[in-house]
C-alpha cells in the first residue's frame, strides 16, 4: 500500500491511499479523503500522477457510477479529480463513519479499469439540535437527594470530533447534571437533585441545559427546563428491564407490533400512574415506530428499509404523574428481506471486435449491486453456456465478460448475449442485460473455386474473342475482403505464353479466345486461372483449367499412295491370268483430322473399264471383279475418289494406272501415248497461259505495223496527190477490215490497203504477204518453239517517163493494191513419253 499526499490551493491535506492489484484487464484502487462542503471545483486529486496513465483524453477516460449524483468530475486534459457538487457527509451517509462514496474510472482501447473511493471528512457544520425547545418535569418536593431525573439527550449528525462531546447545567442550588453515554457512543445527561426542594419557597425552577460539540469553533444547542415542584411522591417508576431487544423484518406493514416496555411504580393513585414517551430518538427513528404512552407498545409506523437503517436504539422514559422517572433501552434489529433483485450496470463494452482477436480479450466490463444483505446479496453473474464466453471476476461487484475461443465471422457473424445477474436470496432474484456483439471482417479466407477443375470445349477455327466459358470463385469473407479478381498464371502452352491463346475478364472470371484455334496444331490447352480477393494482404487461389480443341472437317483426306508425279508415270501390272479376286494394288490415304472426320472411304469414280475392277469401300483395295481376257485393254486407267466423314464431307482423286500385260516391254511400247497424253494433262494449264501471251503480243505488234504501214502510205498517197491533177477515187476490195475494230480475233483476219498513182508515175503494183507467223511442237521436249519466216515484197518502181496521150485519157492509169495477211493458227502440243 502507498501513501499519496498532494497540496491543494486550501489550508487541508489530500491524503490518498492507492491500492494496486492485476486482474485481466488492468486495474488499480485508489482512495482520497477531501472534506464536506467544498465549493464547486475545488481539488480533489492528480489522478493521472497518482495513476501513472498519461492517455486520459487519448483513452476516453470517464467516470462510471451508479449513483444519482456524481459529486466529482474528471478534468481528462489536466488529469485532476474536482469536486463537481457539494457534498454533504450527513446526507451521503447518516451516522455512518467512516463516510465514502466509490466510483470507477474506464479507459478504452485497451480497456482499464481503476476505482476511486472518496472519503468525505465531517466539518463542524451542524450544531447539537435538542428535539423540543422546553423540556418541562414535574418534581415532589419530597424527592430525596440523590434522585435522578433523565433529560432529553441532544442530537449532532456531525460526527467525530465534531458531534456532542458534552452537557452543561445553568448554574444553580437543587441540581447537578450528571453526562453517560449508550453502548453506541451517544451521551445523554441524567439531572441529579443535590438539594431538598421546597414548594413553598421555590414552586418553580427554570434551567438552561446546554449541548456543546467539540468542533473549532465551538457550536451548541440550548433546551429549557422548566421545573414545577410538586407534593411528595416518594416512590419513582422502575422498568423491568434495563435494555430490551427486539426484531422486525424490513417492509413490515404499518402497525406491526414489535415490542412492549413495562415500568412499575409502587406509589398508589394518580402517583403510580406511568406515562411513556421516546427520548434521544436518532434521526427520524421517532417517526418510524410509535410507543402507546400508557401501555408501553411499541409498532411499525412507517415503512421500513433495511437498506437504510439496520439497527434502531431508542431510549424509553417511564415518568409517574409525581414527575419520577426512569428510562430504558430498547435496540430493534431489522431483518432483511430478498426485496432488490441485482442491477447490472454496464460500464464499458466494445460493440464490434475483430474476428482475429484471441481467446480471453475483454469484450465488456460491467457492475453489479445488489441492496440486500448477506446471501440475499451474493450475486452469481452467468451467461449461456453455448456462447463462447465466461464472466471473470475483477474488483468487488465489478466483472469481465472474456472470449473463450478464437472468432470466425464466416460462421457466426453475431452474438446476442445475455448476462444474467442472480442474488441467493429465497426466492432468487434476478436480472438480465442484453448486448449485441458484432465480429468484424479479416482476410482470414481464400478464395474457393466452385469446381476442383473446369474443363470445356472449343471447335477449332473459331472466331478470336469468342466467350469460352467462365470460372467462378466464392470468397466466405466480407466487402472488400470477398471482392475477387482473376488472372492468368503465366504459364507456357507450345512454346508461346497461354495469354497468346486466351483471355480472362478480371471481374466476371469469363474466359475468351484470344486466337482461331487449329486442331492439327493444339489439341487442348492446360493452364492455371487464379482468384486473389482484395484484402490486405490480398489471399488467392488457383485452379486447372483444360480446354479441349475439338475437330471440324476442314482437312481433305491426303493419298499416300499411289504416289503422283508429274515427270514419270507408275502404273500397276496385272497378268492377263489374273483371277476374279485379284488384289491390283491398295490406295492408301490419311486425314489429319479426328474421329468420325478421319474415317475415310474409297469410291471408284471413273475407269476405262468399270466391269474389270472395283475399290474396296473402307480398305482402298483394288481388286479384278471378273477374269481378265485378252481382250481387256492393256492401258488402264482408274480414278479413285478418297472421301472423309464430316459433315460436310472432304475428298482428294487418286489416278491409278494399271496395265494389263505379262510383259514389261509391251507395258512400255503401249504406255508411250500415254505418257504423252499423261505429260500433256500435266502442263495443259501452262502452255494455255503460254499460248494466250504470245497471240496477244503477236496481234498486238502485227496492229502497230499495220498502222505504220498504212501512216506511211498513207503520207506517199498524199504527195502523189499532191502532183497530180486527177481526181482520187477511194475503192475497198469487199474482204476490207477496220484496223480499229474491236471484239475476238478470228483465225484469219485481212486486212487490205488500197491506193492509186498517177499513171504518169507509175503502173498498178501489188505487195504480198510480208510474213508468217507458226507454232510448232518439238517432239523431244515439253515446251514450244516459234519459228519466224519473214519474206519482204521489193517493189520496184520504175523510172518515170513521160505521160503518153492514151494515159491521159484515162484518169486512172493504174491501181495498185497492197493486201498483209496474218493468219494465226493455234498449233497442237503433244508430250512424248
Given at each position: 500500500?502507498?501513501?499519496?499526499?498532494?497540496?491543494?490551493?486550501?489550508?487541508?491535506?489530500?491524503?490518498?491511499?492507492?491500492?494496486?492489484?492485476?486482474?485481466?484487464?488492468?486495474?488499480?484502487?485508489?482512495?482520497?479523503?477531501?472534506?464536506?462542503?467544498?465549493?464547486?471545483?475545488?481539488?480533489?486529486?492528480?489522478?493521472?500522477?497518482?495513476?501513472?496513465?498519461?492517455?486520459?483524453?487519448?483513452?476516453?477516460?470517464?467516470?462510471?457510477?451508479?449513483?444519482?449524483?456524481?459529486?466529482?468530475?474528471?478534468?481528462?486534459?489536466?488529469?485532476?479529480?474536482?469536486?463537481?457538487?457539494?457534498?454533504?457527509?450527513?446526507?451521503?451517509?447518516?451516522?455512518?463513519?467512516?463516510?465514502?462514496?466509490?466510483?470507477?474510472?474506464?479507459?478504452?482501447?485497451?480497456?482499464?479499469?481503476?476505482?476511486?473511493?472518496?472519503?468525505?471528512?465531517?466539518?463542524?457544520?451542524?450544531?447539537?439540535?435538542?428535539?423540543?425547545?422546553?423540556?418541562?418535569?414535574?418534581?415532589?418536593?419530597?424527592?430525596?437527594?440523590?434522585?435522578?431525573?433523565?433529560?432529553?439527550?441532544?442530537?449532532?449528525?456531525?460526527?467525530?470530533?465534531?458531534?456532542?462531546?458534552?452537557?452543561?447545567?445553568?448554574?444553580?442550588?437543587?441540581?447537578?447534571?450528571?453526562?453517560?453515554?449508550?453502548?453506541?457512543?451517544?451521551?445523554?445527561?441524567?439531572?441529579?437533585?443535590?438539594?431538598?426542594?421546597?414548594?413553598?419557597?421555590?414552586?418553580?425552577?427554570?434551567?438552561?441545559?446546554?449541548?456543546?460539540?467539540?468542533?473549532?469553533?465551538?457550536?451548541?444547542?440550548?433546551?429549557?427546563?422548566?421545573?414545577?415542584?410538586?407534593?411528595?411522591?416518594?416512590?419513582?417508576?422502575?422498568?423491568?428491564?434495563?435494555?430490551?431487544?427486539?426484531?422486525?423484518?424490513?417492509?413490515?406493514?404499518?402497525?406491526?407490533?414489535?415490542?412492549?416496555?413495562?415500568?412499575?411504580?409502587?406509589?398508589?393513585?394518580?402517583?403510580?400512574?406511568?406515562?411513556?414517551?421516546?427520548?434521544?430518538?436518532?434521526?427520524?427513528?421517532?417517526?418510524?415506530?410509535?410507543?402507546?404512552?400508557?401501555?408501553?407498545?411499541?409498532?411499525?409506523?412507517?415503512?421500513?428499509?433495511?437498506?437504510?437503517?439496520?439497527?434502531?436504539?431508542?431510549?424509553?422514559?417511564?415518568?409517574?404523574?409525581?414527575?419520577?422517572?426512569?428510562?430504558?433501552?430498547?435496540?430493534?434489529?431489522?431483518?432483511?428481506?430478498?426485496?432488490?433483485?441485482?442491477?447490472?450496470?454496464?460500464?464499458?463494452?466494445?460493440?464490434?471486435?475483430?474476428?482475429?482477436?484471441?481467446?480471453?480479450?475483454?469484450?465488456?466490463?460491467?457492475?453489479?449491486?445488489?441492496?440486500?444483505?448477506?446471501?440475499?446479496?451474493?450475486?452469481?453473474?452467468?451467461?449461456?453456456?453455448?456462447?463462447?464466453?465466461?464472466?471473470?471476476?475483477?474488483?468487488?461487484?465489478?466483472?469481465?465478460?472474456?472470449?473463450?475461443?478464437?472468432?470466425?465471422?464466416?460462421?457466426?457473424?453475431?452474438?446476442?448475449?445475455?448476462?444474467?445477474?442472480?442474488?441467493?436470496?429465497?426466492?432468487?432474484?434476478?436480472?438480465?442485460?442484453?448486448?449485441?456483439?458484432?465480429?468484424?471482417?479479416?482476410?482470414?479466407?481464400?478464395?474457393?473455386?466452385?469446381?476442383?477443375?473446369?474443363?470445356?470445349?472449343?471447335?477449332?477455327?473459331?472466331?478470336?474473342?469468342?466467350?469460352?466459358?467462365?470460372?467462378?470463385?466464392?470468397?466466405?469473407?466480407?466487402?472488400?475482403?470477398?471482392?475477387?479478381?482473376?488472372?492468368?498464371?503465366?504459364?507456357?502452352?507450345?512454346?508461346?505464353?497461354?495469354?497468346?491463346?486466351?483471355?480472362?475478364?478480371?471481374?466476371?472470371?469469363?474466359?475468351?479466345?484470344?486466337?482461331?484455334?487449329?486442331?492439327?496444331?493444339?489439341?487442348?490447352?492446360?493452364?492455371?486461372?487464379?482468384?486473389?480477393?482484395?484484402?490486405?494482404?490480398?489471399?488467392?487461389?488457383?485452379?486447372?483449367?483444360?480446354?479441349?480443341?475439338?475437330?471440324?472437317?476442314?482437312?481433305?483426306?491426303?493419298?499416300?499412295?499411289?504416289?503422283?508425279?508429274?515427270?514419270?508415270?507408275?502404273?500397276?501390272?496385272?497378268?492377263?491370268?489374273?483371277?476374279?479376286?485379284?488384289?491390283?494394288?491398295?490406295?492408301?490415304?490419311?486425314?489429319?483430322?479426328?474421329?468420325?472426320?478421319?474415317?475415310?472411304?474409297?469410291?471408284?469414280?471413273?475407269?476405262?473399264?468399270?466391269?474389270?475392277?472395283?475399290?474396296?469401300?473402307?480398305?482402298?483395295?483394288?481388286?479384278?471383279?471378273?477374269?481378265?481376257?485378252?481382250?481387256?485393254?492393256?492401258?488402264?486407267?482408274?480414278?479413285?475418289?478418297?472421301?472423309?466423314?464430316?459433315?460436310?464431307?472432304?475428298?482428294?482423286?487418286?489416278?491409278?494406272?494399271?496395265?494389263v500385260a505379262d510383259s514389261f516391254p509391251e507395258v512400255l511400247s503401249e504406255f508411250t501415248d500415254f505418257t504423252h497424253d499423261k505429260e500433256y494433262n500435266d502442263n495443259l494449264t501452262f502452255y494455255l497461259v503460254l499460248a494466250l501471251a504470245v497471240v496477244s503480243f503477236l496481234f498486238i505488234t502485227c496492229l502497230v505495223v499495220i498502222i505504220s504501214v498504212k501512216i506511211y502510205r498513207w503520207r506517199q498517197q498524199s504527195r502523189i496527190l499532191y502532183h497530180s491533177n486527177l481526181p482520187v477515187i477511194p475503192y475497198y476490195p469487199p474482204r476490207y477490215s477496220d484496223t480499229l475494230g474491236t471484239g475476238a480475233l478470228q483465225h484469219v483476219y485481212n486486212y487490205e490497203v488500197c491506193r492509186t498513182t498517177d499513171s504518169r508515175k507509175s503502173d498498178c503494183k501489188f505487195g504480198r504477204a510480208g510474213s508468217q507467223n507458226v507454232l510448232i511442237l518439238d517432239p523431244n521436249s515439253t515446251g514450244t518453239m516459234q519459228r519466224i519466216q519473214n519474206e519482204k515484197s521489193i517493189l520496184d518502181e520504175p523510172e518515170e517517163s513521160p505521160p503518153s496521150p492514151a494515159a491521159s485519157l484515162s484518169p486512172y492509169r493504174s491501181l495498185m493494191s497492197m493486201t498483209t495477211r496474218l493468219s494465226l493458227r493455234g498449233a497442237h502440243m503433244?508430250?512424248?513419253?
Amino acid at each position: 500500500m502507498a501513501h499519496i499526499s498532494s497540496e491543494p490551493p486550501i489550508k487541508w491535506q489530500v491524503r490518498a491511499f492507492i491500492l494496486v492489484f492485476l486482474i485481466e484487464a488492468t486495474v488499480c484502487q485508489i482512495r482520497y479523503s477531501v472534506p464536506e462542503e467544498m465549493r464547486k471545483g475545488s481539488f480533489v486529486g492528480n489522478v493521472a500522477e497518482d495513476l501513472g496513465i498519461d492517455r486520459l483524453r487519448s483513452g476516453r477516460a470517464r467516470i462510471v457510477t451508479g449513483e444519482n449524483n456524481q459529486y466529482t468530475e474528471l478534468k481528462t486534459d489536466k488529469g485532476t479529480l474536482v469536486v463537481n457538487e457539494r457534498i454533504d457527509r450527513e446526507e451521503l451517509c447518516g451516522d455512518m463513519t467512516p463516510c465514502s462514496f466509490s466510483f470507477e474510472i474506464i479507459l478504452e482501447n485497451p480497456i482499464e479499469l481503476h476505482r476511486l473511493t472518496v472519503e468525505i471528512l465531517d466539518v463542524n457544520d451542524h450544531a447539537p439540535t435538542f428535539k423540543n425547545d422546553v423540556i418541562n418535569l414535574e418534581i415532589s418536593e419530597s424527592a430525596t437527594i440523590g434522585s435522578h431525573f433523565d433529560l432529553e439527550s441532544a442530537y449532532d449528525p456531525d460526527a467525530g470530533i465534531h458531534s456532542l462531546q458534552n452537557y452543561v447545567l445553568s448554574p444553580n442550588d437543587n441540581f447537578v447534571l450528571k453526562q453517560q453515554s449508550n453502548a453506541d457512543g451517544i451521551r445523554f445527561a441524567v439531572m441529579i437533585l443535590q438539594k431538598p426542594l421546597d414548594r413553598e419557597l421555590k414552586p418553580h425552577l427554570s434551567l438552561k441545559m446546554i449541548a456543546v460539540d467539540g468542533g473549532t469553533p465551538q457550536r451548541s444547542g440550548t433546551v429549557n427546563i422548566e421545573i414545577t415542584v410538586l407534593d411528595i411522591n416518594d416512590n419513582r417508576p422502575v422498568f423491568n428491564q434495563s435494555l430490551y431487544t427486539a426484531t422486525v423484518t424490513e417492509n413490515a406493514a404499518i402497525g406491526t407490533y414489535i415490542t412492549t416496555v413495562n415500568a412499575s411504580d409502587a406509589d398508589s393513585g394518580s402517583n403510580g400512574l406511568v406515562t411513556y414517551t421516546f427520548s434521544n430518538v436518532k434521526g427520524k427513528s421517532g417517526e418510524i415506530f410509535e410507543i402507546d404512552s400508557f401501555t408501553g407498545k411499541i409498532t411499525v409506523a412507517e415503512n421500513i428499509d433495511f437498506e437504510k437503517d439496520r439497527k434502531y436504539e431508542i431510549r424509553v422514559i417511564a415518568k409517574d404523574q409525581g414527575g419520577l422517572s426512569d428510562a430504558t433501552t430498547i435496540v430493534i434489529e431489522v431483518t432483511d428481506i430478498n426485496d432488490n433483485a441485482p442491477v447490472i450496470n454496464i460500464m464499458s463494452f466494445t460493440s464490434l471486435i475483430s474476428e482475429d482477436v484471441p481467446p480471453g480479450t475483454t469484450i465488456a466490463v460491467f457492475n453489479v449491486k445488489d441492496a440486500d444483505s448477506e446471501r440475499n446479496g451474493q450475486v452469481t453473474c452467468s451467461v449461456d453456456s453455448n456462447l463462447p464466453f465466461k464472466i471473470q471476476s475483477s474488483l468487488t461487484n465489478y466483472y469481465n465478460l472474456l472470449s473463450q475461443v478464437p472468432f470466425d465471422r464466416e460462421s457466426k457473424p453475431e452474438y446476442n448475449i445475455t448476462i444474467t445477474a442472480t442474488d441467493s436470496g429465497s426466492p432468487p432474484l434476478s436480472t438480465k442485460a442484453a448486448l449485441h456483439l458484432k465480429i468484424s471482417d479479416v482476410n482470414d479466407n481464400s478464395p474457393v473455386f466452385t469446381e476442383p477443375s473446369y474443363s470445356a470445349h472449343i471447335v477449332e477455327n473459331n472466331v478470336p474473342g469468342l466467350s469460352i466459358f467462365s470460372v467462378s470463385a466464392r470468397d466466405s469473407d466480407w466487402n472488400q475482403n470477398a471482392r475477387l479478381s482473376y488472372f492468368l498464371e503465366d504459364t507456357q502452352v507450345s512454346g508461346n505464353p497461354v495469354s497468346s491463346y486466351v483471355s480472362i475478364s478480371s471481374e466476371t472470371g469469363v474466359i475468351h479466345a484470344v486466337r482461331s484455334f487449329d486442331y492439327e496444331q493444339i489439341k487442348q490447352l492446360v493452364f492455371t486461372v487464379k482468384a486473389q480477393d482484395g484484402g490486405s494482404p490480398p489471399l488467392s487461389s488457383n485452379v486447372t483449367v483444360k480446354i479441349l480443341i475439338q475437330d471440324q472437317n476442314d482437312n481433305p483426306p491426303q493419298v499416300l499412295y499411289p504416289v503422283q508425279t508429274g515427270g514419270s508415270l507408275v502404273a500397276e501390272m496385272v497378268p492377263r491370268s489374273a483371277d476374279v479376286g485379284y488384289l491390283v494394288t491398295k490406295v492408301v490415304a490419311v486425314d489429319v483430322d479426328s474421329g468420325q472426320n478421319a474415317w475415310l472411304s474409297y469410291k471408284l469414280q471413273k475407269a476405262t473399264d468399270r466391269a474389270l475392277f472395283e475399290v474396296g469401300l473402307q480398305n482402298g483395295e483394288i481388286r479384278t471383279i471378273r477374269q481378265v481376257t485378252d481382250k481387256d485393254a492393256v492401258k488402264q486407267r482408274l480414278t479413285v475418289i478418297v472421301e472423309d466423314n464430316g459433315q460436310p464431307s472432304c475428298s482428294a482423286t487418286v489416278i491409278v494406272n494399271v496395265a494389263v500385260a505379262d510383259s514389261f516391254p509391251e507395258v512400255l511400247s503401249e504406255f508411250t501415248d500415254f505418257t504423252h497424253d499423261k505429260e500433256y494433262n500435266d502442263n495443259l494449264t501452262f502452255y494455255l497461259v503460254l499460248a494466250l501471251a504470245v497471240v496477244s503480243f503477236l496481234f498486238i505488234t502485227c496492229l502497230v505495223v499495220i498502222i505504220s504501214v498504212k501512216i506511211y502510205r498513207w503520207r506517199q498517197q498524199s504527195r502523189i496527190l499532191y502532183h497530180s491533177n486527177l481526181p482520187v477515187i477511194p475503192y475497198y476490195p469487199p474482204r476490207y477490215s477496220d484496223t480499229l475494230g474491236t471484239g475476238a480475233l478470228q483465225h484469219v483476219y485481212n486486212y487490205e490497203v488500197c491506193r492509186t498513182t498517177d499513171s504518169r508515175k507509175s503502173d498498178c503494183k501489188f505487195g504480198r504477204a510480208g510474213s508468217q507467223n507458226v507454232l510448232i511442237l518439238d517432239p523431244n521436249s515439253t515446251g514450244t518453239m516459234q519459228r519466224i519466216q519473214n519474206e519482204k515484197s521489193i517493189l520496184d518502181e520504175p523510172e518515170e517517163s513521160p505521160p503518153s496521150p492514151a494515159a491521159s485519157l484515162s484518169p486512172y492509169r493504174s491501181l495498185m493494191s497492197m493486201t498483209t495477211r496474218l493468219s494465226l493458227r493455234g498449233a497442237h502440243m503433244r508430250p512424248t513419253l
